[in-house]
C-alpha cells in the first residue's frame, strides 16, 4: 500500500475544514483557529490539532454558531456533493433562529464599506424631493 492510499485515523482540522469546503483556503481556515473561532467542546484549538471521526466541531461566523459532525475523514479538497458524506451539520434551532432573525430584520447601519453618498445619489435624491411638478393639477389650498 503506497503512502497516498492509507487509511488515516486522524487528520489535522485545518485541512479537513479546507477539504469539506468550510473554508476557501487552508490560510483562513488557519486564521480562524488562531482567532479562537473553531472549538471542540468549548475548547479553543490550534490548527495543527487532529482530529477523528465522531468529533463535533463548533465553527464561530457572526452571529452564529454552527456545529457539525466529523463523519469521515478527508486532506483533499473534494466536490460539494461530496461534502455530506464527510460531515453532518448539527447546528441546533436556536442558532439557525438567530440567523434567520437576522436576515429579516436587515442592516440598520448603512453596509459597511459604502462610503458616503456619491454625487449621482445626491442628485437623485434632490431631483425626488424636490420635484412637486405632480402635484400642480392638485388644489392643495382648497382654492378653486
Known amino acids: 500500500m503506497s503512502a497516498n492510499n492509507k487509511i ?64 469521515a475523514l478527508a486532506e483533499n479538497r473534494m466536490g460539494a456533493k461530496l461534502v455530506p458524506d464527510f460531515m453532518k451539520d448539527i447546528t441546533p434551532a436556536s442558532q439557525l433562529e438567530i440567523l434567520e432573525m437576522s436576515r429579516v430584520s436587515g442592516f440598520v447601519d448603512r453596509a459597511r464599506g459604502t462610503g458616503r453618498p456619491t454625487k449621482k445619489d445626491r442628485r437623485d435624491l434632490e431631483q425626488f424631493t424636490d420635484d412637486y411638478s405632480y402635484f400642480d393639477d392638485w388644489d392643495l389650498d382648497g382654492e378653486n
Open 8 to 71: 488515516k485515523n486522524e487528520v489535522r482540522i485545518d485541512k479537513w475544514l479546507w477539504a469539506v469546503r468550510l473554508f476557501k483556503t487552508r490560510s483562513i481556515a488557519i486564521e480562524a483557529c488562531k482567532k479562537g473561532r473553531i472549538t471542540i467542546k468549548g475548547v479553543t484549538i490550534k490548527p495543527s490539532r487532529m482530529i477523528k471521526a465522531g468529533d463535533v466541531i463548533e465553527v464561530r461566523r457572526a452571529p452564529v454558531t454552527y456545529s457539525f459532525e466529523v463523519l
